[in-house]
Each structure stands twice: as C-alpha cells, then as structure tokens.
C-alpha cells in the first residue's frame, strides 16, 4: 500500500515538471512580438486584424503624424476592415520605405442581354486627397471584353488627363492566345499618366455584345496594380465574381513642394529621425532607416542598430563585433584584416610577405620605366574602349540602326542635323529638372532648354520615356519626317542625341503655346481671339498639312492632326508639331495599311475601321479642329449629354436642321462676318464626311481657308464675294451636297464617330 502510493507521488511530480518545462520553453505572444522594432507610437495600437499600422499612420486622435494620416479600423465583421481616414477606401497594405499604400478598386462593368438590352453598367471611381497620388508606375489600365472600349479620366491639379484602350474579339479561342497576353483581342492595357488625384473609368460596347453575347456578355475595365492580374483562359469567368482589384497610391510627407533640403531646416517639424536619411518625392518626401539599421524612421527613437553578429555567418573566421550600422570581424592570432572594412580574414604568412616584397623590389628597379610609360597608355586606351562601347550600346538602343536603315531606304535623303552631347543636353535642361517640362505627349516628355554654348538660346527637347522601345521607334520615325520638312509652319527639327540612355530630339521653341489652349485652356483670350486670327491659324495650319501630302519629297501624313499639336509663336504664327505617329507615303502609293493610331475625337472613322491610313485622314482630323476654331469646344467632352459629345457629329446634326447659330461661340458671331462663319462651317462639314474619297484634298482645304482671309479682310471682298476669283478660291456654294458621315437628328448614334 506504502509502495503505491509512492510510485502515484513519484509520477505526479514527473507530470509536474514536464508542464513546467513546456510552459517555459514556450514564447508568449507579447514575448515575440516584443523583439520587433515598434512601429506605432507608445500607447497607440499598431494592428488592424492582421495588418501592421505603422507611423506616422495611426488609429485614434493623437496617434498619428498628421490627421490626413488617420486610419479608421472597422471591428463589425469578423475580419478587421483598414480604411483610410473616414473614407471608404479599404488599405490592404502600408509600405514606409517605398509611400505606398496597396488598396482595393471597384471594376467598372457594361453587361447585355441576347438582344442587346443594357443590363448592368457601373463606371469606377477614386479620389484621394492630398498628398496621395495614384500611382502612374505601379498600376495598369487594362480592359476586358470581346465588344469593348473603355476610357480613363484623370486630373493632376487642374490639368485633365484621358486615356484608354480597344479590345475585340470574334471568339473565345481568338481572345485567348498561348501566351495568355493582354494585347487588344479579349484584353487591352496602358499605362496611366503619374501624380493623378482622381479617376474615373467609363466602359462602352460597339455592338452591345450581341455577336458575342453567347460567350462573353460583359466587359470589365479596372486601374490594377501591375502584376496583380494576368489575363488567361478563366478570366471573364472570375471577373464576373470579382468586385474590387489592388492597386497602389502614394504618398508623402510635406505641404505644397516641401522637399528635403527645405523640410529639413525646420527640426520641430522635420519628420526624418534618428539614424535615417530623407527621400524627395514629386512634391514632399519620405524617409528610411540608413544601411545597417532597421526600425521606422518616423517614430521619436528612430531607426535602431541591426546586430549583424546575431547572424550565424558574419564571420566565417575570428570573433564579430558588433558597431553603430555595421559590424567588423576580430581576427584570431595567426591571421589579418584582408579589407578596409575589417570583415573578413586570411592566414598571415610572415616569410611569404617578405618573399613577395623582394620580388617587387628587384622587378621594380627593372621595369620602372616600363609600366609609367605603359602603364598611362593603357588607362586611357581601356577608358576609350568602354566609353566607346557605351556610346555604341546607346546607339544601338535607341535605334541608331533602325535610323541607318531608313536613311538608306529612302536613298539617303535624310538631311543632316546637329548631333549634340548628351552633357549639352543635361545642362541645357538643369539635369531635366520638373521645372523645365513643356509638356508630356504619347510618346516622351519635352523640357525647355537653354543652350549656353548657342548665346542661351531657347529650344525644345524631346526626351523618350525610359525602358520603351515602341517609344524609341517613334523617336526615329519622328526624326526621319522631320528631316523630311521645310516649311515655315512645321516645327524645325534643330538636332539629335541618340548616344544617351534615351534617345532625344532638339528643336525650336515655340513661346506661345498650344492652340488647344488658347481656345479651351488657361490662356482663353476671349473675344481677342478673333475670327479673323482663327482663319490665319486655321489656313497656315491647312497650308502646313498641303504641303506635307503634296509637296514634301515623299508625301508625309500626320496621323494625329488635333489642338494640342498646333503650336502658336509670339506672333500666333501657326506651327505643325508631334510627327511620332506620322507616316512617310511612297509617291506611287495613295495609301498605306497600318495599325490605328489617332485620338478619339479626332480620329477618321474610315481609317478606325478599315486600317487603311491616307491622306484624307488628316482632312477629317483637320475638320474637327475648324469645327473647334468655331464653337470653342472640345472634340471629345464626356461631360456632355450622350448626343453631344463627339463634337463633330452634334456639329453636322445642327446644320442638318439649320441651328448653326446653336453651337457658334457667341465671342466671334457678327452681322459683318455671318457669310464668312457659314463658309466656314459649310468647309468643315465637308472635312468630316464618312468616306475619305468625299472629302476634299488639303490642298483645296488651304485654297478656301485663304480665299476666307482674303474676304475677310477686304471689305470690297464682300460685295463681290462670288467673283470670278473669289469662287475659284471658295469653290461652288452647292459643294457640300455630298452625304456626310452623321445623322441628321442629333440624337444619340451609334456610329463610329460617336466615340
């Protein structure tokens, strides 16, 4: 009896220190979590669910750096919900090192019946306040349908950004290749201009899906982050179930263009602590921990020492010691430092050492002479064969070869232009500092630059945007047209840089702007604008088309004629620019088959359909801009009513029903010069018919637009405006009875030229 009950106590105390020995062996929540850096402040709560709150981020009134830094963490549901400030956007992840927040974004949807009956359709929307951003690195475009096309709107202060993409398809086999790429049949991406405050997405349908609808009765269009989405065989499937997609905003410390070197004069008020450095940003900054130290930088404490000795290899020989953002390795007896930085060690062989220095000592005295005379010469020739190759690399790139074989196809007709340096370039450009950007168009960013060496004078340079080569064909292409041209209203091609990591194209600076902004922009004048300055515009830009189609050595079309590539000198002389979309024509072709490139509004139906691009696809392009010249309205508004928003096509619906006097601008519109504006408008009408072959040559455009100037004018033009020369100039009055390309009721249209 004695016996058992000691063998009960004796396995009592075996459980007993079993337990104990678990409980200690085993880490307690607050004991993990303890040896992470803190990244909240003290006091405030540093999670939401299972995401990390950092500073200067926080939850609750004196948590966080700034109340546009607030966070709002929802506990209704069962899994935490993160939103920034008392928004109703969802954070899903904060990066301090990189400002960025990853949120999720509604995708816009437009879904159809069998007969074509609008089911569904909800457009996507995002606004952030100062200072986030949407991110025009980390995040693509992208549209999905088979009957689709879809438009992005954005705002940087007050500046109005559009873009978008087409994608059609016959078949589901057809929309899905091997590869699964995102390249317009079934899916469509571009990139999205940077700093943007706002978006919006718009999707529409050509035919309302009703020839695709047994396989795909809705299109998608959404702002995602880049490689957050891979278009394949189950997307329009999983698309139909998936609401919202990450993306990326960033943000920023600082208020209105605090940069570093500003921000940190103010201690009180600087918010990079210690041990970490400052990062600018496109208006403000962001901070990180210095090399060696980890933590968040933000915080009153700063960045903290990471003990690199706590790792297993920091040493393979002698003793780590640890130092403020660093470490050294102590070597033991027998061996040395082989490195300044005292992190690695070898064996010290004394006799060795000093069987070397003999060595040296006796081939020095020998060959002294040698290796100082040798040795210069071969720096330098070693210095020259890099740089030589890196030029030529850059060459390479940029398509220096693709510009050879141009010149050589075209039997060298390629005038020679100034080759600049790329350091003439930077310096020209203060480094092409954002101050000196001019504006930023499809294919590069041009930046006012003033050449020293040239008695400072003004030019443009055009810089291709980085990692495109698309881009750098363009610049090519842009380069060969030019080179092409000599006309007084076509921008002068001054140089070229094609030794640089992006190609870049140098020429004359035009002071006055852009047409577009002139008669919709910040430099609207009004009634100053006269009709009788638009004419002039309007004719030097008619005569600079003209000139192209029929009196360059090759005839050159535009391809993307519009307001914004109509530049206005000092003395609103009209001048033609952006030709990286333009085509050089052989003089034995009338046309050419190529992929559609243009802007909606703009761009001719006929060509949008047919891909055949000739010359009368720079009339109708052209046609929009007079019709532009005539009302002070934009080509493409989607802030219009449905049935006015291609500007063209309400334009021709109200002379169809004879309510011209409806869309004129008021500014222009007199008893004197009535006859003038009908002429005009009549001219237009004629510009934008459907079929190119309808439409007149831009020789005739130029002939007439000149022939309204001179009625204009003239005060005796008026009583004999149907003279034998005036008529000759104007043509018949009965030559816009051809059909046009619009309907007649200026009601919604389905039409192509509705877009």
């Known amino acids: 009896m004695a016996l058992h009950r000691r063998m009960q106590i004796l396995r009592l105390s075996l459980v007993m220190v ?64 993160t939103r920034l400030m008392t928004s109703n956007i969802e954070i899903t992840n904060i990066s301090l090192y990189d400002g960025e927040l990853q949120i999720l974004q509604f995708a816009a949807n437009d879904c159809y019946d069998a007969q074509g009956n609008l089911t569904t359709r909800n457009n996507s929307r995002l606004r952030v306040p100062p200072p986030y951003t949407i991110s025009g690195t980390k995040n693509m475009f992208v549209a999905v349908g088979c009957d689709t096309y879809a438009f992005f709107t954005g705002y940087r202060g007050g500046q109005k950004y559009t873009t978008g993409c087409v994608s059609i398809c016959d078949n589901l086999d057809n929309a899905i290749d091997q590869r699964d790429t995102c390249s317009g049949v079934g899916c469509c991406q571009t990139k999205i201009p940077s700093g943007l405050k706002n978006q919006t997405v718009t999707l529409r349908s050509f035919n309302n899906h009703k020839a695709v609808w047994h396989f795909n009765p809705c299109s998608y269009a959404f702002l995602v982050q880049e490689g957050e989405f891979n278009f394949n065989s189950t997307s329009f499937r999983e698309l139909n179930d998936t609401a919202r997609l990450p993306a990326i905003i960033d943000w920023e410390i600082g208020k209105g263009n605090e940069l570093c070197n500003i921000a940190a004069k103010n201690e009180s008020t600087f918010a990079c602590k210690a041990n970490s450095y400052c990062h600018n940003r496109s208006s403000g900054y962001i901070c990180r921990c210095l090399p060696g130290y980890e933590g968040n930088p933000y915080l009153p404490d700063g960045c903290q020492d990471i003990d690199e000795c706590e790792a297993s290899d920091s040493c393979s020989i002698g003793t780590c010691i640890n130092t403020a953002g660093n470490y050294t390795c102590e070597c ?74 141009k010149i050589a196809s075209q039997g060298g007709t390629v005038e020679t232009t100034k080759i600049f340096t790329a350091e003439e370039l930077d310096k020209a450009t203060n480094n092409y500092h954002e101050s000196r950007i001019l504006g930023e168009g499809g294919y590069g960013i041009v930046y006012k630059g003033i050449l020293a060496a040239d008695n400072n004078k003004v030019v443009a340079i055009k810089k291709s945007k980085i990692g495109v080569p698309t881009q750098k064909e363009q610049f090519v292409n842009e380069l060969i047209v030019l080179s092409q041209i000599n006309h007084r209203n076509v921008v002068r091609l001054l140089g070229c840089c094609l030794e640089s990591e992006v190609p870049l194209l ?44 029929s009196s360059a050595l090759m005839q050159i079309i535009h391809r993307d004629v519009k307001a914004t590539n109509i530049l206005l000198d000092e003395n609103y002389i009209a001048k033609v620019s952006d030709f990286g979309a333009s085509r050089l024509i052989p003089l034995d072709q009338a046309q050419l088959a190529t992929l559609v490139q243009g802007t909606f509004g703009y761009l001719d139906p006929e060509y949008f359909l047919t891909n055949q ?32 928003r291609n500007l063209a096509s309400f334009f021709v619906c109200l002379m169809e029903e004879d309510r011209l006097n409806q869309i004129l601008d008021d500014a222009i519109v007199n008893e004197r010069n009535i006859e003038t504006l009908k002429t005009m408008a009549n001219l237009s009408k004629r510009c934008v018919r459907l079929k190119g072959e309808d439409r007149p040559t831009m020789k005739e455009v130029a002939m007439e637009l000149e022939g309204m100037r001179i009625t204009e004018k003239h005060a005796w033009g008026k009583a004999e405006i149907f003279s034998e020369e005036t008529k000759y100039l104007l043509g018949t009055p009965n030559s816009d009875a051809s059909p046009v390309a619009f309907r007649a009721d200026c009601g919604p249209s389905t039409d192509v030229n509705s877009i």
């Open 18 to 81: 079993v337990a104990v020995t678990i409980l200690l062996g085993t880490p307690t929540p607050t004991t993990a979590q303890s040896l992470l850096p803190p990244q909240a402040l003290p006091g405030c709560p540093d999670h939401c669910g299972n995401l990390t709150i950092p500073y200067p981020f926080g939850i609750g009134t004196g948590c966080y750096l700034e109340r546009r830094f607030n966070i709002t963490c929802e506990n209704s549901t069962q899994q935490p919900t």
């Open 332 to 405: 033991p007896k027998g061996y040395k430092n082989v490195d300044m930085d005292k992190k690695s060690c070898i064996k010290d062989n004394g006799r060795a050492k000093l069987s070397l220095l003999l060595i040296i000592s006796l081939g020095a005295s020998g060959g002294f002479l040698l290796l100082l005379s040798g040795s210069s010469w071969i720096y330098w020739g070693m210095q020259r064969r890099k740089f030589l190759k890196l030029k030529e690399k850059y060459f390479k790139e940029n398509g220096g070869l693709l510009l050879q074989q």
């Open 506 to 549: 140098v020429y004359e600076f035009v002071t006055h702007g852009t047409l577009f902004e002139h008669i919709h922009g910040k430099k609207r004048k009004g009634s100053s604008f006269s009709l009788e300055l638009r004419l002039k515009i309007a004719a030097e830009t008619a005569g600079a088309l003209a000139y192209l189609h």
């Open 613 to 644: 691009l000739t010359d009368k696809s720079d009339v109708y392009s052209f046609g929009v801009v007079l019709i532009e010249l005539l009302t002070s309205k934009v080509a493409l508004s989607f802030d219009s009513p449905e049935e006015e």
